[in-house]
C-alpha cells in the first residue's frame, strides 16, 4: 500500500469523523501530503553515496478562510503529515539532520484553495538554514504559477558530526565523485522528480505520480530509470502514445513526450 493511501486511511479515524467535514474545504489532506512528498524530493541534498539529506522542517501556508477551518486540527494533522513525511523518507532512503515538524500558517496574500509549502534542513541543535520556497499550487492539481520551486541554499558548514558538503568544482578540475543524472517527468507544468530505479503513474493514490484524468488507468504505465531509461504499459485501459507513435514500450530521450488519456507528460533528465 503507497504512503499517501495510508495516510488517508489514517485521517479517516481521527476525531471522530471530524476530519471528513472540515476539509471539504478546496485544500484536501492528501494534497498537502503530496506536496511535501515533492518538496522532499526536490530540495534532496546528496551528502555522500549512502546519504541523501532532505528539509525536515516544513511550513505549509494556507489562505485565511482554509487555515481558519484547519487550525483547531493543526495539532493532530501536523502529527499526521510528520508520520507520512518520515514513512515516505524511509521508502525512498532518505535521511533527516533533526525531528520532523510540520506547522500551518495563515497566509493573506492567498486566495480559498490555494497552499504553499516552505521547508528547511534543522538540526536538533541549530536553526541556520533558510527557507526554500514553493510556489503556490491549487489543490485540485492546477500548474504552479511562474516561480515555481527554489531549493534551499547548502548549509555554509555542516552541523556538527555531519560529512562535508559536496563542493563546486575547481575550474580545469574532473567530474565530481557524486555527479549523477537527475531525471524528472513534467506534467501540467508541475516537475516531479524520479528518485527511484522506477516511478509509477496512474489515477490511484497508490501511484507514485497521481493523474486526474478518467482516460487514466488507476496503474496506467511505469517509466524505470534503465539504462536506457524506458516507459513500459502495465495493462492499461487506452494505452501509451510516445513521441506521436502508439506503443506498449519505448526509450525515452531528454524531452520525450509521453501521452496518457488526455494528458501529456514530459521526460526530462539532466547532468549533474
Known sequence: ??????????????????????FKSEVQPVEIAGALQRECDNNASIWNRDRTV???????????PDYDRLSPYSGQLGDELSGMVRDYA??????FMGPIKVHLEKAEDLDTGLY????????????????GQAAAARATG??????????????????????????????GAGPQPYAQTRR???????????????????????A??????PGVSRRHCEIRVGPPPMIQDLGSTNGIVVDGQHTTRANLRD?????VGSTTIVYRQAEG
Open 1 to 22: 500500500m503507497g504512503v499517501l493511501k495510508r495516510f488517508e486511511q489514517r485521517l479517516e479515524g481521527l476525531v471522530n469523523g471530524t476530519f471528513a467535514k472540515v
Open 54 to 64: 532532505v528539509p525536515n522542517d516544513f511550513i505549509v501556508e494556507l489562505s485565511a
Open 90 to 95: 524511509k521508502q525512498q532512503r532518505y535521511t
Open 116 to 131: 504553499r509549502v516552505r521547508s528547511r534542513t534543522l538540526a536538533s541543535s541549530t536553526s541556520q538554514d533558510r527557507p
Open 142 to 171: 492546477a500548474p504552479n504559477p511562474p516561480g515555481g520551486h527554489v531549493a534551499p541554499p547548502m548549509p555554509s558548514s555542516p552541523p556538527p558530526g555531519a560529512p562535508p558538503a559536496p563542493r563546486a568544482a575547481a575550474p
Open 184 to 206: 524528472w517527468v513534467e506534467i501540467n507544468g508541475t516537475r516531479h522528480q524520479i528518485s527511484r530505479g522506477t516511478l509509477v503513474l496512474g489515477r490511484s493514490t497508490d
Open 208 to 213: 507514485d505520480v497521481r493523474i486526474d484524468d
Open 255 to 259: 524531452g520525450s513526450r509521453i501521452v
